[in-house]
């Protein structure tokens, strides 16, 4: 019995997957890819390679740019500035803990960057897509 609660216990660690993201690949004001779909347990890998960027929640409408610290939602995130120096691309890690959709956005520059279109969407929908949210974030 304590075997199965154990493998039980690990089957979401298994099944989960990272999804990569890249962060200013190029030295553009691009995450890529720029929306990710994924469940529970999964983690997103932002790796950082040029500049000083950061990835933070922000909302999907009105006051888009720049993203508050610390972000937006009960299960939003900042990853704060990483900057990159040298050869260091440094990453940050988040674990998906739910489906809903989230936002996010570069705040470097007061929000230059998010309104330059540096955005992501974690599961986004049909009535809450990347397209908009980009478009909002422009005119933000």
Do not use: W, Y
């Not at 992501?120 to 908009?132: G, I, S, V």
């Amino acid at each position: 019995m304590l075997f199965k609660a154990v493998l039980l216990a690990l089957i979401p660690a298994i099944v989960a997957v990272d999804h990569p993201v890249t962060v200013a690949q190029g030295g553009a004001l691009t995450f890529t890819p720029n929306q990710v779909v994924a469940d529970p347990g999964d983690t997103i890998t932002f790796t950082f390679v040029s500049k000083n960027h950061t990835v933070t929640t922000t909302n999907f409408s009105g006051a888009v740019c720049p993203p508050p610290d610390g972000g937006v939602g009960p299960n939003g995130f900042d990853s704060g500035f990483l900057p990159v120096v040298g050869t260091d691309t440094p990453q940050f890690v988040f674990t998906v803990v739910d489906t809903e959709p989230h936002f996010a956005a570069c705040k470097q520059g007061g929000g230059t960057h998010c309104q330059a279109g540096m955005t992501f969407a974690l599961n986004p929908t049909e009535e809450m897509t990347f397209a908009e949210f980009d478009a909002n974030a422009r005119k933000s």
